[in-house]
């Protein structure tokens, strides 16, 4: 769940573009968000990074998951509901709408969960139903070597469908386990909505930082730019 919200925050308010360029900042939004449109439309779907023994913890929930082989699908079918930037400040939001897409790979899973062990190995395939992503970012430094000082990621969802094998889940026989999975799995994502943004935000924030290290802010945009195709 966290490289999918952490792929869309960056990657999928590129229809902006209609929007005038009035600042150096909203010129770099608009760059990379064209190039990542670009390749959402040309990868779809799209292979995402593999994720090694990611915690997932709160009250009742001591979880540890592997994701392998991962792929997101219909990733570009999403609407840009607002964009707006702060040249003062180098701030910008951006507001958006995917009325569905779909993540799918292998896992395996460990730990316990509402006092029942968990775990499990095998395929899984989760399906978000109209998904709102919002996202604020801050950046300083734009003469000398350009970062983020602050990333800000708030979602929410209808409802979430998951298919998965190989999922134990003790005192529930395989169909009571579907059941919880068609039943619940939305309450549950979203009872995980703070620690999924604010965690999901942070890698964001490191990744997009490294790769811009010690670059001006024209020199990303330049860089960007080079990257979209005609």
């Not at 951006?94 to 095998?122: D, H, K, W």
């Not at 703070?194 to 990303?220: D, P, Y």
Request: with cysteine.
């Amino acid at each position: 769940m966290k490289c999918v919200v952490a792929i869309l925050a960056v990657a999928l308010a590129s229809q902006c573009l209609a929007l005038p360029v009035n600042d150096e900042y909203a010129d770099l939004i608009q760059a990379v968000l064209t190039y990542a449109k670009q390749q959402l439309t040309e990868h779809d779907p799209m292979s995402l990074p593999d994720v090694k023994d990611e915690k997932i913890q709160d009250e009742n929930v001591n979880l540890i998951m592997s994701q392998t082989n991962t792929q997101l699908s219909k990733a570009s079918t999403f609407t840009v509901e607002k964009v707006s930037t702060d040249p003062s400040t180098m701030s910008a939001t951006v507001q958006l709408n995917i009325p569905q897409f779909i993540q799918s790979g292998n896992y395996e899973i460990s730990g316990t969960a509402y006092n029942r062990t968990v775990s499990g190995q095998g395929t899984i395939s989760v399906t978000l139903q109209d998904f709102d992503q919002t996202v604020e970012a801050t950046l300083v430094n734009p003469d000398t070597s350009l970062q983020l000082s602050n990333l800000v990621l708030d979602y929410d969802l209808k409802s979430v469908q998951v298919s998965v094998t190989g999922l134990t889940i003790e005192g529930m026989t395989e169909e009571q386990v579907q059941q919880f999975i068609t039943n619940d799995f939305t309450a549950l994502i979203m009872g995980q909505k703070a620690q999924v943004e604010k965690l999901t935000a942070a890698v964001a924030q490191s990744k997009i930082n490294e790769l811009i290290a010690g670059k001006t802010l024209a020199e990303v945009v330049a860089w960007v730019k080079s990257q979209i195709h005609q």
